[in-house]
């Protein structure tokens, strides 16, 4: 069975600083790579997905991820956050070719802008 | 184009009750999974349906249950609802299972 691991619950970051938020997976095989946010009262949304090739993948609103394989890491990144980027962010894996396996959550990341 | 709908938004119920959830997904979309969101465990998988079968489920007790209808609609079940199943349950659809799911507000659930 996979599992995924977010470094960290909460981080607090100044407008305009760089993010970049840890994620490892645990699977050994090939796997589905997602970074999903969720705003305050607002449902899960994708924000970028890894399924093959280029490993740097660009999301919505300025993110981006880079599937390391060898450290079993997707990273998510975005150089100059926003006050409107305060939310829950969840990295999830799921084995790839298998569609009937469901989502491995990590348990997420606060992230909260100060103006 | 609609999202993927949950119904109802809140539900309260007492120990030993059982309850049932509706989900309606993205016109299109034949597979529907089910998640439960807790403070604790955070996002856990539950089970997915596609084209009414189950195809596969996660560690859950048997008491949670569902099925999926020809419109692939699905419902969820819960079974002699224990103080531990408060939580957020969480509908999510997609075209076959294998693209990115697409998720619902939730159904809160809140065992008294």
């Known amino acids: 069975a996979q599992s995924v691991s977010q470094h960290n619950h909460h981080v607090i970051l100044s407008e305009a600083a760089s993010l970049e938020l840890g994620c490892n997976y645990s699977?050994?095989?090939?796997?589905?790579l997602f970074w999903y946010v969720q705003y305050p009262g607002q449902h899960l949304q994708l924000l970028l997905k890894?399924?093959?090739?280029?490993?740097l993948v660009k999301g919505i609103k300025g993110f981006e991820a880079e599937f390391i394989k060898s450290k079993f890491s997707f990273n998510l990144r975005k150089p100059s956050v926003q006050w409107s980027d305060t939310a829950e962010y969840f990295c999830?894996?799921?084995?790839?070719?298998?569609?009937?396996?469901?989502?491995?959550f990590g348990k997420g990341t606060h992230l909260i802008i100060q103006p | 184009k609609a999202g993927v709908t949950q119904t109802p938004r809140y539900l309260i119920k007492t120990r030993g009750q059982q309850v049932t959830l509706s989900c309606s997904p993205i016109?299109?979309?034949?597979?529907v999974s089910w998640y439960q969101q807790t403070p604790g465990q955070g996002l856990q998988f539950l089970f997915e349906?596609?084209?009414?079968?189950?195809?596969n489920k996660g560690n859950f007790p048997g008491r949670f249950s569902g099925r999926q209808f020809s419109n692939s609609r699905s419902e969820m079940n819960v079974s002699t609802l224990e103080l531990g199943d408060s939580a957020l349950y969480l509908c999510?659809?997609?075209?076959?299972?294998?693209?990115?799911?697409?998720f619902g507000d939730g159904t809160r659930l809140s065992i008294l």
């Open positions: 999510a659809s997609s075209r076959t299972g294998d693209q990115p799911q697409h």
């Open positions: 699977y050994g095989g090939t796997v589905n």
């Open positions: 890894y399924f093959s090739g280029d490993p």
């Open positions: 999830a894996v799921n084995p790839s070719g298998g569609g009937a396996d469901g989502l491995t």
């Open positions: 016109s299109g979309h034949r597979s």
């Open positions: 349906y596609f084209s009414e079968t189950q195809r």
